[in-house]
């Protein structure tokens, strides 16, 4: 626990990803579904039943050459705190197979409980989930390199990003074998942090003044931890989800995109 104000207070861990340094590469992609067990299909055209937790998204300003301009905008699950941990799937789940954590801020997903309903992807703004159609068929001797710490999925299930929770498990058993209850920031990070080669994402406490996410975010956790430092923007910040991924950018066009602002028309919907 992180002592403020003489008393102890849970983890709420988050993300700051930096849309400007972002080359749009998908190391962190690809180091998502090394990590984590994602399955695929030998063809992989069909996107509408393809796996990928972290997907990269291309964003333009929609103007010419040479005003033209990119952005790539990396999207994990938002790990939403919602209304009290009354995030959007976790409301939905009749099978109770997703929930919030309060001693992290993490919305874990139980697989052994799923039956596949699939409300909590409907309910997601974000389209952060996926529906497994298939029993994964790994290549001849890939199964020997799957890691041990992440279960792998059959088909029927939902599954998302998990923030690499075996990750954070792993680094509090290192701790309590070392008489602590405490990890530090550097010992639990996920496999897209450690990936990225330009350095756009950052992972840590956003209750905890001491990592870099709260310095760099200056979440107003008195208000739902909306950002307070300048040019930083959650997606969708109007639907009150309250994600704990936070995007920094300097370009305006970024930032409105963020809330799928359109000139002149107000907020709108969704783009897909």
């Known amino acids: 626990m992180n002592k403020s104000q003489g008393h102890t207070q849970p983890k709420k861990y988050g993300m700051v990803i930096d849309l400007d340094k972002c080359t749009g590469c998908g190391s962190c992609m690809v180091a998502c579904m090394a990590e984590n067990n994602v399955p695929f299909k030998k063809d992989e055209t069909n996107k509408r039943d393809s796996i990928t937790w972290m997907k990269v998204y291309k964003l333009t300003n929609g103007k010419p050459f040479p005003e033209g301009d990119t952005c790539y905008l990396p999207r994990p699950c938002m790990h939403c705190e919602g209304h009290n941990g009354h995030s959007p799937c976790v409301s939905v789940c009749p099978a109770t ?15 052994t409980r799923c039956f596949g309903c699939r409300y909590c992807m409907g309910a997601c703004p974000y389209h952060a989930r996926y529906f497994n159609w298939w029993d994964p068929v790994w290549p001849a001797g890939m199964e020997e390199m799957l890691s041990p710490d992440v ?28 008489g602590r209850r405490e990890i530090t920031e550097e010992e639990y990070q996920t496999s897209c942090t450690q990936a990225c080669p330009a350095g756009a994402i950052v992972f840590g406490d956003l209750n905890n003044p001491d990592h870099k996410v709260y310095q760099m975010v200056k979440p107003d956790n008195a208000h739902s931890g909306r950002p307070t430092a300048p040019n930083t923007f959650r997606l969708l910040e109007r639907l009150g989800t309250n994600p704990k991924v936070y995007y920094l950018s300097s370009r305006e066009w970024v930032r409105k995109n963020g809330d799928n602002y359109l000139k002149g028309e107000g907020k709108v919907g969704p783009k897909h």
């Open 151 to 178: 279960s792998v999925r059959v088909r029927g299930v939902v599954e998302k990003c998990s923030f690499c929770f075996h990750r954070y498990q792993r680094a509090m058993d290192k701790a309590h074998l070392e």
């Open 97 to 111: 197979a997703t929930d919030y954590s309060t001693d992290t801020g993490i919305v874990s997903q139980i697989y």
